[in-house]
């Protein structure tokens, strides 16, 4: 095992709300994640015949399930236990696929596990357990990036290839490309002071969304937006850490079009502004994939 190429297996791990992550992929002892299927896709298509021609009348994405063999040994019901443990204690679920030879990739998918089934170690002392996992999001990337002024003046730091750059401490923004299947849901953390902090949204150079938060964030606060599925927020974080909702007419206009997502396959700009510097501030576009 000693020359062994990592890159040349596919790697899973579970991750937990605090970011606490369990390697189903410990090909050198632990705990090993096999057999696994339902990575793919599949859509329910409806069709009208028309003579001989037949018409697509409705095509809906099929919820995918998960399937593998958890492989359980050095201490198996030890390691088994552990496991249920964390994902029973678990408020939510992702798993975490990398792909064979992919750079090292990382994909995400928010997860719920609905079944596992005990079995009984065999003579290698090795438990094996089918697991059955449902899929409550697509595929998705975090590709982040992290404006601040704290250690060098005019300092970017990035984890990715997409271009980023600013004009000034007034204007921070970052260009890109949804590569994804779908539209792409933004996350991004301000830092206050703010004062009426906008979001804008710039299309092949022009101007199509414009969110304005008509409010003032103090030091040690910060606004939050994302535009997640099923979790679109715009809140204060207060710094005590508890959250308030932002989500009122006292800082938004309700007849705007308020929910910025990233089209796809098309020159993209998002662009933070202020009334004064935005010292700090993190954006993070999650490019979604119906199968990786």
């Given at each position: ?9 596919r790697?899973f791990?579970f ?6 992550r369990i ?7 632990g ?8 990575l ?7 069709y ?12 809906q ?14 201490m ?5 236990c552990?496991f249920?443990?964390?994902i029973?204690?678990?408020n939510?679920?992702r798993?975490?696929?990398?792909p064979?030879k992919?750079n090292?990739?990382e994909?995400y ?19 094996t ?8 999001s ?7 990036v992290i404006?601040t002024?704290k250690?060098?003046e005019?300092?970017i ?7 980023s750059?600013f004009?000034?401490?007034?204007v921070?923004?970052r ?5 994804g299947?779908v ?8 830092n206050?002071?703010?004062?009426n902090?906008k979001i804008l949204?710039l ?5 199509v969304q414009?969110?304005?938060?008509k409010t003032t ?17 715009i809140n204060k974080e207060?710094t005590?850490?508890t959250?308030t909702s932002?989500?009122s007419?006292d800082?938004?206009?309700f007849e705007?079009d ?8 098309r020159?993209?700009?998002l662009k ?9 501030a993190?954006i ?6 119906i199968?990786?």
């Open positions: 095992m000693d020359n062994y190429d990592y890159k040349d297996i790697n791990y991750e937990n709300e605090t970011g606490k390697d189903c992929q410990k090909v050198d002892g705990l090993f994640l096999y057999n696994v299927s339902g793919g896709y599949e859509e329910n298509i409806e009208e015949r028309i003579g001989n021609t037949f018409v697509q009348t409705n095509k994405l099929v919820q995918n399930t998960i399937t593998g063999d958890l492989e359980f040994y050095n198996s019901y030890d390691e088994y552990n249920v443990d964390f029973l204690t678990a939510s679920l798993l975490i696929y990398v064979k992919s090292r990739i994909y998918r928010d997860i719920d596990v609905c079944k596992i089934e005990k079995t009984e170690e065999d003579e290698y002392k090795t438990l357990c089918p697991i059955d996992i449902k899929c409550k697509l595929w998705y990337e975090e590709n982040k404006y002024t250690s060098e005019g300092e730091v990035w984890d990715f290839e997409w271009d750059k004009s000034d401490y007034n921070r923004s260009e890109c490309i949804n590569k299947h539209e792409a849901p933004v996350e991004i953390v301000v206050g002071p703010i004062v902090l949204l299309v092949e150079g022009e101007l414009e969110v304005p938060i964030i103090k030091k040690y606060e910060k606004i939050l937006y994302g535009t997640r599925e099923n979790n679109f927020y207060n005590d850490g959250l932002l989500f007419l800082y938004i206009d705007n308020n929910v910025i997502r990233i089209p796809k396959n020159s993209c700009q933070l502004t202020a009334e004064n510097e935005i010292l700090s993190e993070t576009i999650l490019p979604q994939y199968t990786v």
